[in-house]
């Protein structure tokens, strides 16, 4: 298995652009999660899905930002517009519900810089 | 509340020495309590994890110990080495309705040096 798959690595953006962040979960998993990590706030859970469906996005900080999953196996965190302080790196993540004892399993993480 | 507190911000131990990461909850409805491992450019991956019905956890040199009463748990890494150097994180979750939810402690930096 080839893990959770998280692309780009890297992105640099203009203050204003839309970012769309992308991530492929581990085939079989059927919870996702998207954290943000900041040296200030720690790693922070923006919002997490299970069987597709969004189950908790009070973690979202603005209407700014926005995830889908249309499937079992794509999600996406966009932000529009994006802004200097949505500078962090953005894990996507993965679990079998029901299976804690197997964890989360992160990807390699997104870098986001906002200039 | 959802709050996992970790302490401390950061270590530095000898090769061989026995770094000690302490983390406190509040929510009694937790019942899972995992710490993951950091590298730099690297996202966290799971260690160890332990359930409440039990008051230690080894594996190989890692080590969570479990104080239910004082709602308090523990890492440790014996005889710690330079590759041991990387972020550790606490975590705690509530497994009840099939969903393991995590909430992360701020995380640790610890550094092993030669």
């Known amino acids: 298995d080839a893990g959770v798959i998280q692309s780009p690595r890297h992105e640099v953006t203009e203050m204003g652009q839309e970012v769309t962040l992308r991530c492929k979960p581990i085939?079989?998993?059927?919870?996702l999660f998207w954290y943000r990590q900041t040296m200030m706030r720690g790693l922070e859970l923006l919002i997490y899905?299970?069987?597709?469906?969004?189950?908790?996005d009070s973690g979202m900080p603005e209407d700014r930002f926005s995830a889908k999953m249309p499937n079992a196996s794509f999600s996406t965190l966009k932000i529009q517009p994006s802004e200097p302080r949505d500078s962090a790196v953005y894990f996507c993540?993965?679990?079998?519900?029901?299976?804690?004892?197997?964890?989360?399993?992160f990807g390699s993480g997104t870098r986001l810089t906002v200039v | 509340q959802q709050q996992v507190k970790q302490s401390p911000q950061s270590l530095i131990v000898q090769k061989g020495g026995i770094p000690i990461i302490n983390c406190a909850y509040e929510n009694t409805a937790f019942d899972y309590f995992p710490w993951y491992q950091q590298f730099p450019g690297k996202g966290p991956a799971l260690l160890i994890a332990?359930?409440?019905?039990?008051s230690e956890k080894k594996e190989g040199r890692f080590t969570i110990s479990f104080n239910k009463s004082a709602k308090q748990f523990s890492l440790h890494i014996m005889d710690s080495q330079p590759g041991d150097s990387a972020t550790y994180f606490c975590?705690?979750?509530?497994?009840?309705?099939?969903?393991?939810?995590?909430?992360f402690g701020a995380g640790t930096r610890l550094a092993v040096h030669p």
């Open positions: 993540a993965s679990s079998l519900t029901g299976q804690p004892s197997y964890g989360y399993t």
């Open positions: 899905f299970n069987n597709n469906v969004p189950i908790d």
């Open positions: 085939s079989g998993h059927n919870s």
């Open positions: 332990i359930r409440p019905d039990v």
């Open positions: 975590a705690a979750s509530r497994g009840s309705g099939g969903y393991n939810k995590l909430i």
